[in-house]
């Protein structure tokens, strides 16, 4: 599969992942978004950010209740919890912000 945006082709998964990490660009953030209904916020683009500095820093990624727990250290409580990530993610949290960042499919999602 591809992802066309600004006249590239990305190689992405089947499920939507990016096939490589090093494709990931804001545009083609939006262009992931987009595909998957998602209109980017200054919200999202905090847990996206989040999700990639962690995964650059730590070189895997989190389950979904250390993701939580991340996000609640680094943002605030207001933001680490599952309500308020479901809200911007409706489909799942860790999943979503994992295909937003450019990362690949988390290891706990089915």
């Given at each position: 599969?591809?992802l066309?945006?600004l006249?590239?082709k990305?190689?992405?998964?089947?499920e939507?992942?990016?096939?490589d990490?090093l494709?990931?660009?804001?545009?083609?953030?939006y262009?992931?978004?987009?595909?998957?209904?998602?209109e980017?916020?200054?919200?999202?683009w905090e847990?996206v950010?989040?999700?990639?500095?962690?995964y650059?820093?730590y070189?895997?990624l989190?389950n979904t209740?250390?993701?939580?727990?991340?996000v609640?250290?680094t943002?605030?409580p207001d933001?680490?919890?599952s309500?308020y990530l479901h809200?911007l993610?409706?489909?799942?949290?860790?999943?979503?912000?994992c295909?937003?960042?450019?990362l690949?499919k988390p290891?706990?999602?089915?």
């Open positions: 599969m591809a066309k945006r006249g590239q990305i190689a992405v998964t089947e939507g992942f990016l096939c990490l494709d990931w660009t804001p545009d083609v953030a262009a992931l978004a987009e595909s998957n209904g998602i980017m916020t200054e919200a999202h847990i950010e989040y999700a990639r500095t962690y650059l820093t070189k895997h989190p209740r250390v993701f939580i727990k991340g609640k250290k943002l605030g933001k680490g919890n309500r809200r993610f409706p489909e799942g949290p860790l999943r979503y912000a295909k937003l960042a450019g690949p290891p706990s999602c089915l």
